[in-house]
């Protein structure tokens, strides 16, 4: 049984990876400011540090004895970057640092950085692969690729152990399904069970390679197991298969209404999950379609 920190183990990711490590027989501490993760969405085994993780003197005691470091914690929503980029900032970059210095101090095994798609821009072209050039288009995808370049400086200047896994539009369980900045599939579901139009942004046809949140709580999972990983690499977490969002408004099914393009969005996402594989022996197991099929039947 090890000593494992989810931060942002409150939140849509977070504490579907704390219910599966629990279920492993591990002890989860979860650090959350509940800035957007949720009281209801934390595991009674799971011990709940309602912390700042911006403010490194708050947090840095409980990271002593701690053998791993999942950080989920975020403000993930590239329209909210755009509206509040100094705030964003501090919450996705400067409490990263923060939970770096404490794993390092404390002599964390390794932490396993929740890293973003939106580091690559357009200009990488698909599939995208780690090695192709990172060209953020907005203050989320700059702040999340910076975080990357941090777990990479630790490894090689202080030997802590990181990994990024760069996640590609997770969708799931307790996904996001109200407020201003909610992702496209939770947001179609909501708008299907209230009846009233889908709303596309730009012309619809910008794909996204849309990730089940339950393989990526595996690649976690996997990220802390092999020995493979550790030196600061960056490894592609997605489905391999990409979706446009005319296509996913179809799959709910529904009247359509199209508004303007958003500020900083790709066109294009998709992953090559060849490092993934090699790496961590990991693969994607659900499929978008079946998801929301399976999601309508039930709630019906």
Do not use: C
């Not at 907005?138 to 760069?166: A, C, D, M």
């Not at 307790?174 to 947001?187: A, C, F, L, T």
């Amino acid at each position: 049984m090890a000593k494992i920190i989810v931060t942002g183990g409150a939140g849509f990711i977070g504490s579907n990876l704390t219910d599966a490590l629990i279920e492993k027989g591990h002890e989860v501490l979860i650090i959350d400011n509940l800035s957007t993760g949720k009281k209801e969405n934390i595991n009674p085994k799971a011990k709940f540090f309602e912390k700042d993780l911006t403010k490194l003197e708050e947090v840095r005691a409980l990271f002593e004895g701690v053998d791993f470091v999942f950080h989920e914690a975020a403000l993930p929503r590239i329209p909210l970057s755009i509206e509040k980029p100094i705030e964003t900032n501090d919450a996705n970059l400067n409490a990263t640092l923060n939970v770096l210095v404490a794993a390092k101090d404390a002599g964390v095994k390794k932490v396993i950085y929740a890293a973003s798609s939106s580091a690559y821009g357009d200009e990488a072209g698909i599939p995208m692969k780690e090695t192709m050039p990172s060209g953020p288009l907005n203050p989320y995808g700059l702040q999340k690729y910076v975080g990357e370049l941090y777990n990479k400086v630790f490894n090689n200047i202080y030997g802590l152990k990181t990994v990024s896994l760069r996640y590609f539009n997770v969708y799931g369980f307790r996904q996001p399904r109200e407020g201003s900045y909610v992702p496209v599939v939770g947001i179609f579901l909501t708008q299907k069970e209230q009846g009233v139009p889908l709303t596309i942004t730009w012309d619809g046809e910008q794909t996204r390679d849309f990730t089940h949140v339950s393989d990526v709580v595996n690649a976690n999972i996997l990220a802390m197991e092999s020995d493979k990983v550790g030196n600061g690499e960056v490894i592609n977490i997605g489905a391999n298969e990409n979706y446009s969002i005319n296509k996913i408004a179809k799959i709910v099914g529904g009247e359509t209404v199209y508004i303007p393009k958003r500020a900083g969005e790709m066109r294009d996402t998709l992953a090559d999950i060849s490092l993934a594989k090699e790496l961590l022996g990991w693969e994607p197991k659900v499929k978008l379609e079946e998801w929301i099929s399976e999601f309508l039947k039930q709630s019906k």
